[in-house]
């Protein structure tokens, strides 16, 4: 069997599903290949409830292209009728590591006053403390500094990448978007046609294609090499995060949002994230306090370093993860979230790395473009990248530079 379509797109997370939101609304038709059984696959990037959006970056580039990207995901809701983002705003605090792959609390605070965004800064730990009970404890008399942005939130994850195809499925340009789910592409030829692409799925089937869309995560070299493309210096890392129930006082201690930066020390990278039970909807809030006037939440915390070295390829992830990377995740709730605490659950998911954190979304060929090492810090920009995508593969202006993601640069 043969099926012909205007753009073949290979993978289904955050960048194959904007890919196919913004080539639908340029009345292109496409066929969306995605290996697993959903979109987000709980074995990728993309997955979970929730991923933070925020403007608050060391780098002034990153916090003009969140600001386009806020309107492009408000289009998103628009046009799909689901709510994905939530402003609870984000409190970066902790010591001074300098620059890490998330910044740094006083990189931001000189982004945030050199683009004049509103933010709040805090000197000290005694500051942070006194502004976030629920962090008291472990704020209180530390040489830490914080800032705090209000228009910051999450982005329910899982839920935007199909609410994205259900965009593009519902466009008023009467083009097609075709999702196949368990379809894996094992050849993909790119060179005996200049003027289209063919594609051989596991089962046998040709897709013919005037274009394709590379946007595998975690398997890119494994799709570049059935596709004879050279392959590119990604490192796959293995990052793990957890729920976690907290039990505290109610009054005023409502766990915020919060990105704490403390200096590596062995295998502790020293970035650590907690997002509030309003991000957690995977898991159902208690309805009650407790009869001694205390309340329980569901929290997510998580770490923004690997465990363990770095792969190559997917072959050796261990989705399990590390039990000593869980017990620093424990330490660290304990440490700095007042009350009693107990982790429910623990996950590893895979962050496809570039050497200098700059995602790669370039041209290939004429009719390849590929979109991979989203570095952790991808998701947030969602259908931004999709029109970026879309500007490569149609030769048209695209709507930020993307010089700094060229596939062809040191880095890659």
């Known amino acids: 069997m043969t099926t012909t379509t205007d753009t073949l797109i290979i993978g289904g997370g955050v960048?194959?599903?904007?890919?196919?939101?913004?080539?639908?609304?340029?009345?292109?038709?496409?066929?969306?290949?995605?290996?697993?059984?959903t979109?987000?696959?709980?074995?990728?990037?993309?997955?979970?409830?929730?991923?933070?959006y925020r403007k608050m970056y060391s780098n002034?580039?990153?916090?003009?292209?969140?600001?386009?990207?806020?309107?492009?995901?408000?289009?998103?809701?628009?046009?799909?009728?689901?709510?994905?983002?939530?402003?609870?705003?984000?409190?970066?605090?902790?010591?001074?590591?300098?620059?890490?792959?998330?910044?740094?609390?006083?990189?931001?605070?000189?982004?945030?006053?050199?683009?004049?965004?509103?933010?709040?800064?805090?000197?000290?730990?005694?500051d942070i403390a006194a502004a976030y009970p629920a962090l008291s404890e472990g704020c209180k008399g530390k040489p830490y500094s914080g800032v705090y942005e209000e228009t910051a939130g999450h982005i329910r994850a899982s839920k935007a990448c199909h609410a994205m195809i259900k965009?593009?499925?519902?466009?008023?340009?009467?083009?097609?978007?075709?999702?196949?789910?368990?379809?894996?592409?094992?050849?993909?030829?790119?060179?005996?046609?200049?003027?289209e692409v063919v594609a051989i799925t596991e089962s046998g089937e040709?897709?013919?294609?005037?274009?394709?869309?590379?946007?595998?995560?975690?398997?890119?070299?494994?799709?570049?090499?059935?596709?004879?493309?050279?392959p590119l210096q990604l490192d796959i890392w293995q990052v793990q995060w957890g729920h976690y129930e907290i039990i505290n006082d109610t009054k005023n201690n409502e766990i915020p949002q919060a990105f704490h930066f403390r200096k590596e020390t062995g295998i502790d990278g020293g970035l650590y994230y907690v997002f509030p039970a309003s991000a957690t909807e995977c898991l159902q809030q208690p309805s009650s306090e407790n009869n001694n006037k205390k309340k329980t939440t569901y929290v997510k915390v998580g770490v923004d370093f690997p465990t363990g070295e770095s792969l190559q390829d997917m072959r050796d992830f261990d989705f399990k993860g590390s039990e000593e990377v869980q017990k620093l995740m424990d330490e660290w709730v304990v440490e700095h979230i007042n009350g009693e605490s107990k982790r429910i659950d623990s996950f590893c998911h895979p962050y496809t790395m570039t050497s200098d954190s700059y995602f790669i979304m370039d041209k290939l060929k004429s009719n390849v473009v590929i979109f991979a090492g989203?570095?952790?810090?991808?998701?947030?920009?969602g259908p931004l990248l999709g029109d970026c995508i879309a500007s490569l593969l149609l030769n048209e202006e695209a709507p930020v530079d993307l010089t700094p993601f060229k596939a062809t640069r040191d880095a890659t």
């Not at 705003?89 to 620059?99: A, C, H, N």
């Not at 040709?206 to 050279?230: E, M, R, Y």
């Not at 989203?374 to 920009?381: D, V």
């Open 374 to 381: 989203g570095s952790g810090r991808a998701f947030k920009f």
């Open 15 to 37: 960048a194959g599903t904007a890919s196919a939101f913004a080539l639908c609304q340029k009345g292109k038709d496409v066929i969306l290949c995605e290996q697993s059984s």
């Open 206 to 230: 040709k897709i013919v294609a005037k274009n394709v869309v590379l946007c595998a995560g975690p398997w890119t070299n494994s799709v570049l090499k059935s596709s004879n493309l050279p």
């Open 167 to 195: 965009a593009a499925k519902d466009n008023d340009s009467n083009s097609n978007c075709e999702v196949r789910l368990n379809t894996k592409i094992v050849s993909l030829d790119t060179t005996t046609s200049p003027s």
């Open 60 to 126: 002034e580039f990153f916090s003009r292209m969140q600001a386009k990207a806020l309107d492009r995901w408000a289009d998103v809701e628009r046009s799909s009728g689901e709510s994905l983002l939530q402003q609870n705003g984000l409190l970066f605090y902790g010591e001074d590591t300098g620059e890490t792959v998330e910044g740094s609390v006083l990189g931001a605070k000189q982004v945030m006053e050199n683009l004049n965004l509103p933010h709040k800064f805090y000197a000290t730990g005694d």
């Open 39 to 52: 979109l987000a696959p709980a074995t990728a990037s993309s997955n979970g409830d929730s991923r933070m």
